[in-house]
């Protein structure tokens, strides 16, 4: 069993700044790539940032120079750093892990729970 947990989501104001955090736990060998997904109400899911194991980082076009993906592999934990929010970045917040389970052989997407981030005007 495989849990992802996310935290940092919030209220700010335009062009503020919240630092998101995920951390992987349970039977995990090894996680490839992780990612942030966001859904705003009425919209589909849409990918925000991915970063792989070595760590080469993929933006969505919409936050390309003001989020930043990274990840810390001694702690299973990928961060989004999202700095000039805008109002249209808010969404609930998703991250992924593609992990090699440690019991049950095989790769397998997982997902958190979503947290919120709402950016005002």
């Known amino acids: 069993q495989v849990q992802l947990v996310e935290s940092g989501g919030g209220l700010v104001q335009a062009g503020g700044s919240l630092r998101l955090s995920c951390a992987a736990s349970?039977?995990?060998?090894?996680?490839?790539?992780m990612g942030w997904y966001r859904q705003a109400p009425g919209k589909q899911r849409e990918l925000v940032a991915v970063?792989?194991?070595?760590?080469?980082?993929s933006y969505a076009d919409s936050v390309k120079g003001r989020f930043t993906i990274s990840r810390d592999n001694a702690k299973n934990t990928v961060y989004l750093q999202m700095n000039s929010l805008k109002p249209e970045d808010t969404a609930v917040y998703y991250c992924k892990a593609d992990i090699n389970d440690m019991v049950v052989p095989g790769k397998y997407d997982y997902w958190g729970q979503g947290t919120q981030v709402t950016v005002s005007s």
């Open positions: 349970g039977s995990i060998f090894s996680i490839n790539a």
């Open positions: 970063i792989t194991s070595g760590g080469r980082t």
